[in-house]
């Protein structure tokens, strides 16, 4: 019987320590957009962006966070199993509202298909959405 209490004191203790799931920010909202306004509100959300498309932007929400936290946009085209890009950046404030933006070179559209981007700390992400261009 001791050893059960001692074994759930133990417990309890590493679970309540930094190291085991840290905290660094929470992601309460994320959305494919087409842009977002002077106060960083989205514009249009969508999950479907017609062909021709050369930017789908990311708008996100957040709360709780470490200032100058890292997070990464991680952008996948899905259709072909593709990584496209790892975009880090440094979150300003414990809480507000930001976005970040895939785009095409200029005068190109982005691939018809279906795609991912991963709001992620390291290798653990915090928010996925998915999109497609038709």
Not at 63 to 86: F, G, Q, R, S
Not at 90 to 101: D, E, L, M, Q, W
Request: proline fraction near 5%.
């Amino acid at each position: 019987m001791r050893w059960c209490v001692l074994l759930f004191a133990a417990i309890c203790v590493l679970s309540s320590c930094s190291f085991i799931g840290p905290t660094e920010i929470r992601i309460t909202d994320a959305k494919t957009v087409t842009g977002v306004d002077e106060k960083l509100m989205p514009v249009h959300i969508t999950n479907a962006f017609p062909g021709g498309t050369s930017k789908v932007v990311c708008w996100f929400q957040w709360k709780e966070a470490k200032v100058n936290v890292e997070v990464t946009a991680k952008w996948h085209y899905v259709t072909d199993d593709i990584h496209i890009l790892d975009y880090p950046f440094r979150i300003p404030k414990k809480t507000g509202a930001g976005s970040v933006a895939l785009s095409a070179p200029e005068g190109k559209s982005l691939p018809g298909g279906l795609y991912k981007v991963e709001l992620a700390i390291g290798n653990r992400v915090l928010k996925s959405v998915n999109f497609t261009i038709e």
